[in-house]
C-alpha cells in the first residue's frame, strides 16, 4: 500500500458515547498490522456530542496511554470520528472547462470546488467531499479522469457536514490530551473501510453502525457513497427500556443485557430464567429470560424501522443488491440480524473488521469497527495532516489575499 512509508504509525481514535478506543496501527509492506489497542469507557458524551470536556479528556488519557504501552510507541497524531444528530449528507455537482483538452490534477481541484460551492451556514463546517464519480463530455462512470481527454468536465460528490461546535469540542479535547487531529471523520465512512469489500460497494451495500448513542448510515452504490444520515438512537436507548422495565441499576441492566439479552423473542426457551439485581438495596428477583427479550425486540424493530425509512427516502432501495451490513458494539446482541432482515426484507451480515494484520484476534469484533476503519482511512490518505476548523484561521485567510491584491497591484 505504502512501501515508502513503512514503519508509520497511524492512530485511530473513536469518541463513542459508551467507551473511548485508541487502535494504534503500523504501516508494512503487505499492509496495515495492528499493534495495540486501549479503550476506556466514556463519560462525557451523549448521543455521540460531547457534553462534558474534562470527563472526555480523562477518558482519552486513559486509552491513549494504554494503547502506548500495547504497542511501544508515542502517540502524537490521531485520526478522529464524528457522529451526532448534527450531522447532515447532501448530494451536489460541478462543472468546469478543461484548459488543454487533457484533465490535470488543477482541473480535478477545480471541479470539486466548484461541486462544493454550496450556500453552507455559518455555524456548520464541510467534513468531507467524497466524489462520486467524473463526466467527460458527456461520457459518465468515469472514477480516474487525470490524463484523459475531453473539453468539458462534471463532477458528482457527496458533501456531508456537521455543526462547527462539535468538530471544534472533539479537537478541543484531543489538543488538552497532547494530541494533534490529522483528520476528522464521519464514523460511519470509517466503519466502512474496516467491514465492507469493494465487490460490496460496487453492487450496492447499506451500513448500518449501532453504536452507543447513535445509529450511523451509510449508502454505497457503483462505488461509491450516495447517503449518509445518523439516528439518535443506540444502544444505550436498550439498556435504559431493561432499567426502566426491570427496575434495576443502569449498570446491571447494561450487563444483564450483554450476558442474556437476545433481540428475537422467538429464540429464546420459554423455561430460561435471569437473576435481576433491584433497587435501594431490595431483594434480587428472579424473572423469565422472555421477559427482558419482550423489553429489547420492540426497541431494535424501532431502529431497524427507521433505518428502512432511510432507505426508502433516498430511493436506493432496490440498488442494494449486497444487502445490509450492521457493525458496531450493539449488534453483539444475539437474533439482531435475523431481525433485521425481517424489518428490512434483505439480507443482513454482521461486520467484522478485517483486510488487517497483527492483533487481529484482538479487534475481530463489530465494537472495533469504526477504531480499525479510522486506521485504515489514515493509511490512505497519509498526505493530509492537521485538520483545521474554519473559523479559527479566517484571519489568516484574510491577510493572505491582501497580500495577494497588493501584489498584484504593485
Request: net charge negative.
Amino acid at each position: 500500500m505504502a512501501k515508502q512509508k513503512s514503519g508509520e504509525i497511524i492512530v485511530g481514535l473513536d469518541i463513542g458515547t459508551t467507551k473511548i478506543c485508541a487502535i494504534v496501527g503500523e504501516l508494512t509492506d503487505s499492509g496495515i498490522d495492528i499493534i495495540g489497542i486501549g479503550t476506556h469507557p466514556s463519560k462525557g458524551l451523549r448521543k455521540g456530542v460531547v457534553v462534558n470536556i474534562e470527563a472526555t479528556v480523562s477518558s482519552i488519557r486513559r486509552a491513549v496511554e494504554e494503547a502506548e504501552l500495547m504497542a511501544g510507541a508515542e502517540i502524537s497524531h490521531v485520526y478522529t470520528g464524528i457522529a451526532g444528530g448534527h450531522i447532515k449528507g447532501f448530494n451536489s455537482q460541478g462543472i468546469v472547462a478543461v484548459k488543454d483538452k487533457e484533465v490535470r490534477e488543477a482541473d480535478i481541484a477545480r471541479v470539486i470546488d466548484a461541486a462544493k460551492a454550496v450556500a453552507i451556514p455559518l455555524d456548520r463546517e464541510v467534513i468531507h467531499v467524497l466524489p462520486q464519480e467524473f463526466i467527460i463530455d458527456d461520457q459518465g462512470g468515469i472514477k480516474e479522469p487525470l490524463g484523459m481527454a475531453g473539453v468539458r468536465l462534471e463532477a458528482k460528490v457527496h458533501i456531508v457536514t456537521g455543526a462547527v461546535s462539535s468538530a471544534q469540542n472533539i479537537v478541543k479535547c484531543a489538543n488538552r490530551t497532547g494530541l494533534n487531529v490529522s483528520d476528522i471523520v464521519l464514523q460511519p465512512l470509517a466503519s466502512a473501510e474496516a467491514v465492507l469489500g469493494e465487490d460490496e460497494k460496487e453492487l450496492g451495500v447499506c451500513l448500518v453502525d449501532i453504536g452507543g448513542g447513535t445509529t450511523d448510515i451509510a449508502i454505497f452504490s457503483g462505488g461509491s457513497i450516495v447517503h449518509t444520515a445518523v439516528i439518535a438512537l443506540g444502544g444505550n436507548n436498550l439498556t435504559s427500556d431493561i432499567a426502566i422495565g426491570l427496575r434495576t441499576p443502569a449498570h446491571e441492566a447494561e450487563r444483564i443485557k450483554q450476558k442474556y439479552g437476545c433481540a428475537l423473542a422467538s429464540l429464546i426457551n420459554k423455561d430460561d430464567t435471569i437473576e435481576v439485581p433491584s433497587v435501594g438495596g431490595r431483594q434480587p428477583r428472579v424473572l423469565g429470560r422472555q421477559i427482558l427479550c419482550e423489553i429489547l425486540e420492540p426497541r431494535v424493530e424501532e431502529i431497524f424501522q427507521l433505518v428502512h425509512r432511510e432507505i426508502q427516502k433516498c430511493g436506493y432501495e432496490d440498488l442494494l443488491a449486497s444487502g445490509v451490513v450492521i457493525t458496531g458494539g450493539s449488534t453483539l446482541l444475539a437474533g439482531m440480524p435475523e431481525l433485521a432482515e425481517e424489518v428490512l426484507g434483505l439480507p443482513v451480515r454482521r461486520g467484522m473488521p478485517r483486510g488487517i494484520g497483527g492483533l487481529v484476534d484482538v479487534v475481530k469484533s463489530p465494537m472495533y469497527a469504526t477504531g480499525v476503519g479510522l486506521v485504515v482511512y489514515g493509511a490512505k490518505h497519509l498526505d493530509r495532516r492537521m485538520f483545521r476548523i474554519r473559523e479559527e484561521n479566517v484571519y489568516k485567510k484574510v491577510k493572505g489575499r491582501m497580500r495577494e491584491w497588493l501584489e498584484e497591484i504593485f
